[in-house]
């Protein structure tokens, strides 16, 4: 690579924190925390080994639509957390507000 490119860009990768991630907010740091303890074993791990594997929620909020074909909204994803869907269980009363609201500004990182 020539020598001016890099003194270039060695400053502006300084400059911008050279993160492959950027850093979490502290309630997308609490959405992560429900994300991994909740929804990681199933969406991430299949430890159930269900089939088929639920899809992974990696970039969700990426694409028009959720993986089921409903629009990829908050209020859709609420619904189907809260609700349930096929084998994913509801979620009703296991999640305060607060939370729910934590685990959307997290997969809204994409960063899963």
């Known amino acids: 690579m020539n020598s001016r ?3 270039i860009l060695i400053p502006a990768l ?3 924190g050279c993160r492959s991630h950027p850093q979490l907010t502290l309630q997308q740091a609490g959405g992560q925390n ?3 303890e909740r929804c990681v074993h199933c969406h991430e791990e299949n430890d159930l080994a269900l089939k088929p594997p639920p ?3 990696s970039n969700l ?3 028009s639509t959720l993986p089921s074909g ?3 909204t908050d209020a859709q994803v609420i619904r189907t957390v809260l609700g349930g869907k096929n084998k994913m ?3 009703a009363g296991r ?5 729910m609201d934590a685990l959307l500004a997290y997969l809204h990182t994409g960063i899963q």
Not at 95 to 99: A, G, H, L, R, S
């Open 5 to 7: 490119i890099l003194f």
């Open 14 to 16: 300084i400059l911008t």
């Open 34 to 36: 429900l994300y991994q």
């Open 55 to 57: 899809p992974s929620l």
């Open 61 to 63: 909020f990426r694409h």
């Open 70 to 72: 409903a629009p990829a």
């Open 89 to 91: 269980p509801s979620f």
């Open 95 to 99: 999640f305060t507000e607060e939370q």
